[in-house]
């Protein structure tokens, strides 16, 4: 009786993520193992960053999981859904998409994608206040003011 509860608890415990229950995955597995997924429902998540770009009915956009970015082909209704892009100025909002994967997709030329058939939203993004510091303002100001002041030296030096 303890064999079986050992042997069950091993492959419970090693072997159910692999199974994928619903669980996201990273795209550092996706790409190692693309030939493992291809044309498999894949569930991963990461940061919209860049752009929407918008085609007819469908729209791009890329998800970065923090390693990789990953292309996801989506219904122009869902990506309505994507309020902020990551950039220097915004936090992306954090998406989880559930779709067909793609290691070399025939109908986007040959690029590795998701074709999600759901987003949700994980987390709102948001707009990037740049802060500046002082010190290093300062720094630079008298940085710059001693450098000008070489140069007038060296120039009423030179005369």
């Not at 994608?113 to 994980?122: V, Y």
């Not at 206040?129 to 002041?149: A, F, M, S, W």
Request: proline residues 1%; glycine residues 10%.
């Amino acid at each position: 009786m303890k064999k079986n509860f050992c042997a069950i608890l091993f492959l419970f415990l090693f072997l159910s993520p692999r199974l994928g229950f619903g669980q996201p995955i990273s795209s550092t597995e996706l790409i190692n193992k693309a030939k493992e997924y291809d044309n498999k429902t894949v569930t991963y998540s990461g940061e919209a960053v860049g752009d929407v770009m918008r085609r007819g009915e469908f729209a791009w956009v890329n998800a970065f999981d923090g390693v990789s970015a990953i292309g996801i082909w989506l219904s122009e209704d869902k990506a309505k859904g994507i309020n902020f892009t990551g950039s220097f100025k915004s936090a992306g909002d954090i998406i989880e998409v559930e779709g067909v994967f793609h290691r070399a997709c025939k109908e986007h030329g040959g690029d590795l994608d998701i074709h999600a058939a759901s987003l949700k939203k994980i987390k709102d993004g948001s707009v990037v206040r740049e802060v500046v510091n002082k010190r290093k303002r300062i720094t630079t100001l008298i940085l710059l003011g001693v450098l000008c002041l070489a140069l007038i030296w060296t120039q009423l030096k030179i005369k």
